[in-house]
């Protein structure tokens, strides 16, 4: 059985060949390894395309939501596994709106890389407590299954909305004249009928309840 086939895009070029050698290690085959999302788009061959590509956020020259949002119009087939040094919620729903299967910092240790690998390489999906598996299965519209839950008032759909932008909960109470305290109400009152634990979870459900539309 041949091993699957990866490409490492990240511009730190020592994390990114002992990252190289940990794949190796975990018996995937790396096909080949870009400093940036430009070079990753110019080397990619149609005829050999990877079944995974760890995708680094932050990079010169195309960065990963943008090489992300490339490789899910041209070539839907590929595999992402977003990497980042930061747990940021607004990089998490951007990868994630962008086409990207899952999300993991960089100093994970080796067992979650092996358990994301696999995970987005066999269901499409990794996904942790920040991220529900069934929301991202079905953001990516691999399942035709709805979500159900309770109807939500106009300004819990608004709050939503608001949610999805990059604004911070301040500036959504602001934007909504609300309190802060009003807001972190709404907040937790949709984290609590949605069975949900964050924001990206907030955002994953008003994209495919059609409550935000990309």
């Known amino acids: 059985m041949q091993s699957p086939k990866v490409v490492l895009v990240d511009d730190h070029v020592l994390l990114r060949n002992g990252l190289a050698g940990l794949v190796k290690e975990l018996g995937y085959t790396v096909l080949f390894e870009a400093d940036n999302g430009k070079e990753f788009m110019q080397r ?59 999300y993991i910092l960089k100093d994970a240790e080796p067992a979650e890389l092996r358990r ?10 990794y996904y942790t407590e920040m991220i529900t598996g ?37 500036e959504i109470a602001e934007q909504m004249k609300l309190s802060p305290r009003t807001i972190d109400g709404y907040r937790d009152d949709l984290f609590e009928k949605l069975n949900l634990k964050s924001r990206v979870g ?13």
């Not at 195309?62 to 992300?68: L, N, Q, R």
């Not at 595999?79 to 962008?98: C, F, G, Q």
């Not at 907030?202 to 990309?214: D, H, M, P």
């Open 116 to 125: 994301a690998m696999e995970a987005v390489c066999t269901k499409g999906f």
């Open 134 to 170: 069934r929301l991202i299965h079905a953001i990516h519209n691999q399942t035709g299954e709805q979500i159900s839950g309770p109807v939500l008032s106009e300004r819990e759909k608004e709050f939503l909305r608001l949610a999805a932008t990059e604004m911070t909960y301040k």
């Open 202 to 214: 907030l955002v994953l459900f008003a994209i495919r309840n059609n409550i935000v539309r990309l």
């Open 44 to 102: 990619l061959r149609p005829e050999e395309l990877p079944d995974i590509v760890l995708l680094d956020i932050n990079m010169p020259q195309a960065d990963g939501f943008e090489t992300a949002a490339w490789l899910r119009q041209l070539h839907p087939s590929v595999k992402i596994l977003a990497l980042s040094m930061y747990d940021d919620e607004n990089s998490v729903i951007r990868m994630l709106k962008n086409g990207a299967g899952g």
